[in-house]
Each structure stands twice: as C-alpha cells, then as structure tokens.
C-alpha cells in the first residue's frame, strides 16, 4: 500500500519560516520525482516545487524562488520542502506528491497559515 504522509503545517507569522516532511512508503522512492503542490481556498492547485528522482535537479514556482527548497532524502525515503520569508499568499493546503510514468500518488496535505 502506498503512502505519503505530509507533517509541518503550521499557523506562523508573516516572514517566517515552516519545514514541511512527507514520509512515503509503499514505492520505490529513489525512482520518482517529488513534487510539492498547494491549493489555496477558491484556487485551482498549483505546482510549487519539484525535485528529480536523484535529487541533482529541481524547479520552483516563481512566486517561491529564492523563498523555498526543496530537497529529499532517498535513505530515509522523504521530501522536504522550506518555506522562509513566508508571506499571507502563502496560506493554503500543501500537498506532497510522488510521480513515474503513469504513476502519480498524493498525500492527505497539511494546513500552511501564514497570518499575523
């Protein structure tokens, strides 16, 4: 059974920073992309990060280069993705998302809330 478990959402003020986790099982982690994803209440979800299976590549949402990373460890089957410099345009649902070919498997998301 396949899963992905985000953790690390939180209500934090406006420049500060969040780590979110996402723990998989279940795939052969090393061979998948990881990517981060977010869905804002109201807006459609929108690609925020994304890392290659070997980790030597990545790409981000304009709006979050040179705020966020994303960066994984294949050891420990995780993804990660800090957030510094938060801003309220931040808040939504951040979900984790593991890709090959045909295979695409979400997370259940967690809560970012980026309010003073």
């Known amino acids: 059974q396949v899963q992905l478990v985000e953790s690390g959402g939180d209500l934090v003020q406006p420049g500060g920073s969040l780590r979110l986790s996402c723990v998989t099982s279940?795939?052969?982690?090393?061979?998948?992309?990881m990517n981060w994803y977010r869905q804002a209440p109201g807006k459609e979800r929108e690609l925020v990060a994304h890392?290659?299976?070997?980790?030597?590549?990545?790409d981000y949402l304009d709006s979050v280069k040179g705020r966020f990373t994303i960066s994984r460890d294949n050891a420990k089957e995780t993804v990660y993705l800090q957030m510094n410099s938060l801003k309220p345009e931040d808040t939504a649902v951040y979900y984790c998302?593991?890709?090959?070919?045909?295979?695409?498997?979400w997370g259940q998301g967690t809560q970012v809330t980026v309010s003073s």
């Open positions: 998302n593991a890709n090959k070919a045909l295979f695409d498997y």
């Open positions: 279940g795939i052969v982690f090393r061979t998948y992309a």
């Open positions: 890392i290659s299976p070997a980790g030597d590549s990545t």
